[in-house]
C-alpha cells in the first residue's frame, strides 16, 4: 500500500511539470517567446493597429496578383482583385483617421534626446509624421465619401504622397541612428542578452520597413524611374514588418 502511495505521488508530482514544459512543436510569433495561442491570436485582433496592418497585408497581397494577372490569361480575375485592394484600402482609412494625434507624445523623447543634432532630427520627424498623417486625412475625407467629389483640388492626394514621400527620407535617417544604438548595445552585451538581440534585430525590420516606404513613395509620386512591381512588393513587404511590430506590442 505504501508502494502504491508513493507510486501515486510521484505521478502527481510529475503531472505539472510535463504540463509546464513547453511543446516543441509550439508556432511562436517571431522575436518573442509568445505561444500563438487562441488567447494571444485574440490579444492581437483586439488591437485596432494590429487589425489597420493585416488589413495592408491582405490589400498589397491583392495589389500583387492583380499585377501579374491582369498581364496573363486572367484579365477578369485581375480586375477583381483590384477592386478588391481599392476596397481594402478605403477600409484601412477610417482605421487611420486623427492618427496624427500619437504623434505628440515623441515630443518628450525628442526633448530627452542628449545628442543635440539627433535631437533636431526628432522633431523633424514628428513634425513630418503630423504633416504627412493630417494630409492624408483630408484626402481620406473624399476617398471615404464623407466630401463630395470635386471639393477637394485634384491634386490633393499627390502633393500628399509627396509628404509621405518627405517622412520616408526623415524616417530612414531617425531609424538608422536607432539601428546603430541598438547594434552597440548588443555588441556591448556580448550577444549574452537576448532581449537586447530582439531590440536589434527589430530596430534592423523597422529601417528595412522605412526603405519600402520610400520605393512605394516613388510610385505614388508618379516619378519616372518608379516600378509597379517593387511599389506592390515594397507595400508587402512594409505591411507584414508593420504586422508583426504591432502583434508584439498587443500581446506584451
Not at 481599392?86 to 515623441?106: G, I, N, P, V, Y
Not at 527620407?169 to 542578452?193: F, L, W
Amino acid at each position: 500500500a505504501a508502494t502504491k502511495e508513493a507510486g501515486d505521488s510521484a505521478t502527481q508530482e510529475a503531472k505539472p511539470s510535463s504540463a509546464a514544459a513547453p511543446s516543441p512543436l509550439a508556432l511562436r510569433l517571431p522575436l518573442s517567446d509568445k505561444e500563438l495561442t487562441l488567447k494571444t491570436l485574440n490579444k492581437c485582433l483586439s488591437s485596432a493597429q494590429t487589425r489597420e496592418k493585416s488589413l495592408k497585408v491582405f490589400q498589397y497581397s491583392s495589389k500583387l496578383l492583380a499585377y501579374f494577372l491582369v498581364r496573363s490569361a486572367s484579365q477578369s480575375l485581375g480586375k477583381h482583385f483590384e477592386a478588391l485592394a481599392k476596397s481594402l484600402s478605403t477600409a484601412r482609412r477610417f482605421f487611420k483617421f486623427c492618427r496624427w494625434f500619437k504623434h505628440f507624445e515623441d515630443i518628450a523623447d525628442a526633448r530627452a534626446e542628449k545628442n543635440t543634432t539627433f535631437q533636431r532630427l526628432l522633431f523633424l520627424d514628428v513634425a513630418a509624421n503630423v504633416v504627412a498623417d493630417v494630409s492624408e486625412d483630408i484626402t481620406s475625407l473624399e476617398k471615404v465619401g464623407v466630401l463630395r467629389k470635386g471639393i477637394l483640388p485634384k491634386r490633393t492626394e499627390y502633393y500628399a504622397n509627396w509628404c509621405q514621400l518627405f517622412l520616408a527620407v526623415v524616417e530612414i535617417a531617425v531609424s538608422h541612428v536607432k539601428a546603430g544604438r541598438a547594434r552597440e548595445k548588443r555588441i556591448q552585451a556580448g550577444g549574452a542578452s537576448i532581449e537586447k538581440v530582439r531590440k536589434h534585430q527589430m530596430a534592423e525590420l523597422e529601417l528595412s520597413k522605412f526603405y519600402a516606404d520610400l520605393i512605394k513613395a516613388f510610385w505614388d509620386c508618379e516619378l519616372s524611374f518608379a516600378s509597379e512591381l517593387a511599389f506592390c512588393l515594397s507595400g508587402l513587404w512594409a505591411a507584414l514588418v508593420s504586422s508583426h511590430k504591432y502583434a508584439l506590442r498587443a500581446i506584451k
